[in-house]
């Protein structure tokens, strides 16, 4: 499928499978899940909540092992190690978290933290001293944060000062998970538009993962959905938002509210996203889709690359024929 695999790509994910729990009671959170992403892109990963979204960029990074499949990173297998046994051709994959608070140390000064980025690949103890007050600066706040504590700052703050912390490692792709929905709106609006700048003036590899869809129609090149553990559909986001092909694809796009606040009326999906633990058989969708047929509960439908006029590549048996 010319859609998932790029050539180009830093990052790539072939048939990753996440799975949770005992053998006997195992949870498959992520189910044979492709994409890629290329330096200076930013790939969105949207769905409902549970829908597997965090597990995969866990797995991207190697902080959740793959039970099948493989993730690569510039060429290098991303395997679960940790930081001491990292390989430093790894080392450039970076993760931003929804909690800043929960990933800077409250006992350590902000300069110290962000240095240790410096560390991570092994800079110069100069260029630890003099980088964080610099970074600090490009994120937009005061060189003299280096001397605060991370609970001298707001959420929106701490943030930025993981973002700097990354940006220390010299990263040449970043995952960042659910990095904006902890913060108020103006919070928002500036952690994102610091994030597309990383990508499109540094050339950063971006997997952007947020339930937001507002914001990720406006910093994503392309957009993938997930459902119940599995993209159903990923392609250009303005292609995807204008046009959606997958039924539940069209289900959050009509959900998005309008600022003119005209447009038509939001799907109403019926009953809830099943249990994880007990997926439907066929497609997964299938119990709650409006263009269900009887085989879509017996065959699994693949993601399939459309005709080239549309770009994408869907999973759904009654929209995207094998043979497209």
């Not at 769905?47 to 493989?70: D, I, Q, T, Y």
């Not at 930081?83 to 790894?90: A, D, K, T, W």
């Not at 929804?98 to 006992?107: E, M, T, V």
């Amino acid at each position: 499928m010319t859609q998932l695999r790029e050539r180009t790509a830093v990052l790539e994910a072939s048939g990753v499978c996440v799975d949770y729990g005992p053998r006997r009671r195992r949870v498959r959170a992520v189910d044979s899940v492709n994409l890629s992403v290329r330096p200076g892109e930013v790939l969105g990963l949207v769905g409902e909540s549970g829908c597997g979204k965090s597990s995969l960029g866990r797995a991207l990074v190697g902080l959740e092992p793959a039970a099948e499949g493989s993730v690569r990173f510039a060429g290098q297998a991303v395997t679960p190690l940790s930081r001491r046994r990292r390989p430093e051709l790894l080392r450039p994959l970076q993760m931003v978290f929804q909690d800043p608070y929960g990933s800077l140390n409250p006992r350590r000064k902000v300069g110290e933290l962000i240095a240790d980025g410096v560390r991570l690949r092994n800079g110069s103890r100069a260029e630890a001293q003099s980088l964080p007050a610099e970074l600090l600066e490009r994120v937009g706040l005061a060189a003299d944060a280096v001397n605060k504590y991370p609970h001298e700052f707001s959420g929106g703050q701490r943030q930025r000062i993981a973002i700097a912390r990354t940006l220390a490692a010299r990263p040449r792709c970043i995952v960042a998970d659910e990095p904006i929905s902890a913060l108020d709106a103006s919070a928002q609006a500036q952690v994102a538009n610091l994030l597309l700048t990383l990508a499109k003036e540094d050339g950063v590899a971006m997997v952007f993962i947020s339930h937001d869809l507002s914001v990720v129609r406006q910093i994503a090149d392309r957009v993938a959905v997930m459902y119940l553990g599995g993209i159903v559909e990923i392609g250009p986001t303005d292609a995807v938002w204008a046009d959606p092909t997958h039924p539940y694809t069209e289900a959050l796009v009509s959900a998005i509210p309008r600022a003119d606040g005209l447009g038509a009326l939001p799907v109403d999906l019926p009953g809830d996203v099943p249990d994880p633990g007990s997926p439907p058989s066929g497609c997964r969708f299938h119990p709650r889709c409006p263009l269900a047929e009887d085989r879509c509960s017996t065959t699994v439908p693949l993601l399939t690359d459309l005709p080239p006029e549309y770009d994408r590549a869907a999973a759904c048996l009654v929209r995207v024929p094998a043979d497209s």
